[in-house]
């Protein structure tokens, strides 16, 4: 009889005193259509007692017995009166045939107990037995289930605690003193942890009664790749995050595993975050996308945490060019680009890629973690700013006159001995002041330090240079972190501004998208409504040239609105300046005694001086006391030299 149905099933039963029993079955060989591997299981009534599987394109070559050549199955204990032996076609790779089945009492059940180790009934036999856990990729565990059963005649207990071998872990399974009876079974679980790459090969023993195995061992062995990809996959780890739920788009037909996700700052901060289990050590990040393109993000943000992103600990990261294709790498079966070599002494490595671009798409693809040994032994520096290897350059971006702006550095150990730094080392330059810290000067492993330099904007132009600061660290004793950042000659108070100079008594203040950022205030005159003003104060002026520009809104000649709108200029209370304004005509009409007008950030601006400025204070003040309806809108400062 033959099959290839999966589901075909042929049992033969013997009745039978209890026994040791040896199985064996023939059949006729076929070297092209038969299975290599024919399941074969030996059942003790509805009890299994252990399964081989058998190749059918072989000739049967144990045993010639009435004419026909025999293959063994194997000894088996039998303690009922049925013996099983049933043919399975599931998972077959041919044809597999069911012929002779014979079986030959060999001897008694033994009086006492009998430990026996299968998996999936298939017999494991002391010390030769193998159980092969295969090839399984970094941080992907793999689990095992063993069965213990006894098949003596006596209750089999377990004397002492499973053993396992570095490298696994007992999930479950009978403690030790834990007592099988005759024809019962128990199960253990093992976890091939895959925390470490390489071949993790050991002995399991089970500690038994049973006189003849009281020690019972069988090998495990299993390889850990030092790689795991984590692809964007539906639910993958990590997921995505702070943005809407529907901000990254799928896309399917490219791709690792044949799809990608893309996204752009539209309405927030759009986030994919992949989160690896690990061990602690060095690891290579990189990152891989279908292709480039010049609608993709030429500086898409990868961002690598030490654990929790949450908390901030940021141990590397890249800015990636995804209009052009990953190169750095090719590797199980795909292009990668690398983000950097990271040294993690948690258990959580977590990669977060960052949409920040409103135009350009940054893409979610796969991400590929490669383990590269342990964290040296020494102190290891990282420098980061707002999650930015701050050794590759940090932008303060622009800024007006006077109007500071502070960055706060944060200073990792991601090493394995205490990182020093030697405060009385830092060097700023020109345009930069270091305004506090190192918080921390001894940064033990896994310890963060910050501190805060400020770009003064104490003059116009671009500022760029070099901090500088010395560490304990051997590979980087010093450290240089390049900043940039531009000042412009000018500074500007506009009447929504409280927090930053503007005051005002009696003005009214109302929206109006035509006047300069969208709002402006007016009074009418003194006569009307009693004294009113408008005040803007710029503090901490660096001494030089100034001129001084006024904004309002073009009413193309309102005669409601005044047309000597007195304004005064003081420093430290001193007049520097006075002039009235034509507010029935915009700012870009000419006025008596004005410089003229100038074109800057959106807004033109009438202008007068220009004064000597020695600091720190100037106040350009505006009242009601003319004849008509005043604006006060924004008030520009600018530079023209030392």
Do not use: C
Request: aromatic share 8%; glycine share 10%.
């Amino acid at each position: 009889m033959f099959t290839v149905d999966p589901a075909a099933v042929a049992t033969t039963s013997f009745s039978i005193t209890p026994g040791q029993y040896r199985v064996s079955v023939t059949w006729p060989e076929n070297a092209s259509y038969w299975a290599t591997n024919a399941r074969h299981e030996v059942l003790d009534g509805s009890t299994p007692r252990g399964a081989v599987t058998l190749n059918q394109r072989l000739a049967p070559d144990d045993l010639l017995d009435l004419g026909f050549a025999w293959e063994h199955v194997g000894v088996f204990n039998i303690a009922g009166s049925t013996l099983r032996v049933r043919l399975s076609a599931a998972g077959a790779d041919g044809y597999v045939i069911a012929d002779g089945v014979r079986i030959e009492r060999v001897g008694d059940v033994s009086p006492g107990p009998e430990i026996q180790v299968t998996e999936d009934f298939i017999d494991i036999p002391p010390e030769s037995g193998t159980a092969d856990f295969g090839t399984t990729d970094l941080s992907t565990p793999v689990t095992k289930t063993f069965t213990i059963s006894n098949y003596g005649s006596q209750p089999l207990i377990l004397t002492a605690p499973i053993s396992v071998p570095p490298g696994y872990t007992l999930v479950t399974g009978p403690a030790s003193g834990f007592s099988i009876i005759p024809g019962n079974r128990r199960t253990l679980t093992v976890r091939l942890d895959a925390q470490l790459p390489g071949t993790h090969t050991g002995q399991i023993s089970i500690f038994t009664n049973d006189n003849d195995n009281s020690v019972f061992n069988f090998t495990v062995t299993g390889t850990v790749l030092p790689t795991r990809i984590i692809d964007d996959d539906p639910g993958f780890p990590g997921g995505y995050g702070d943005g809407p739920s529907n901000s990254w788009a799928t896309l399917s037909g490219a791709g690792r595993n044949g799809d990608f996700r893309y996204s752009r700052n539209v309405v927030g901060s759009e986030t994919a975050m992949w989160t690896f289990n690990v061990t602690a050590g060095q690891y290579r990040v990189s990152a891989t996308w279908p292709f480039g393109s010049t609608g993709y993000d030429d500086t898409a943000r990868f961002i690598v945490f030490n654990g929790d992103p949450a908390l901030g600990d940021y141990v590397g990261g890249r800015n990636l060019n995804q209009q052009a294709d990953p190169d750095d790498r090719f590797t199980l079966g795909s292009w990668w680009e690398d983000v950097g070599v990271v040294s993690i002494t948690g258990t959580l490595l977590a990669v977060q890629l960052r949409a920040d671009d409103p135009l350009l798409f940054a893409l979610a693809d796969s991400v590929l973690i490669e383990r590269l040994g342990e964290i040296p032994a020494g102190p290891e520096v990282v420098v980061s700013q707002d999650n930015r290897d701050a050794t590759i350059g940090t932008d303060y971006g622009t800024t007006q006159l006077n109007r500071t702006l502070d960055r706060t550095f944060k200073i990792t150990n991601s090493g394995m001995a205490p990182l020093t730094v030697d405060p009385a080392s830092f060097t700023m330059p020109d345009g930069y002041q270091l305004i506090n810290g190192p918080s921390l000067t001894t940064i033990n492993p896994g310890e963060q330090s910050t501190f805060v330099v400020r770009l003064t904007a104490a003059d116009p132009g671009t500022k760029a240079g070099a901090i500088t600061f010395t560490t304990n660290d051997t590979d980087e004793g010093v450290i240089n972190l390049d900043v940039s950042g531009e000042v412009l000659p000018y500074r500007i108070i506009d009447d929504q501004d409280t927090a930053d100079g503007y005051s005002q008594t009696g003005m009214i203040s109302a929206a109006n998208v035509m006047s300069y950022r969208g709002d402006a205030s007016y009074a009418d005159i003194a006569a009307n409504q009693g004294p009113a003003s408008a005040t803007w104060t710029f503090t901490n002026l660096s001494p030089g040239t100034y001129y001084v520009g006024l904004t309002w809104l073009d009413s193309d000649g309102n005669p409601l609105l005044a047309d000597n709108t007195p304004v005064t200029v003081l420093e430290n209370g001193t007049p520097l300046l006075s002039f009235t304004l034509n507010q029935e005509d915009g700012p870009e009409q000419p006025t008596a005694g004005s410089l003229g007008s100038v074109l800057i950030d959106g807004a033109t601006w009438q202008t007068y001086g220009v004064f000597v400025v020695t600091g720190p204070t100037v106040t350009v003040t505006m009242t009601n006391q003319a004849e008509g309806t005043i604006l006060a809108d924004g008030v520009l400062l600018y530079r023209t030299g030392d």
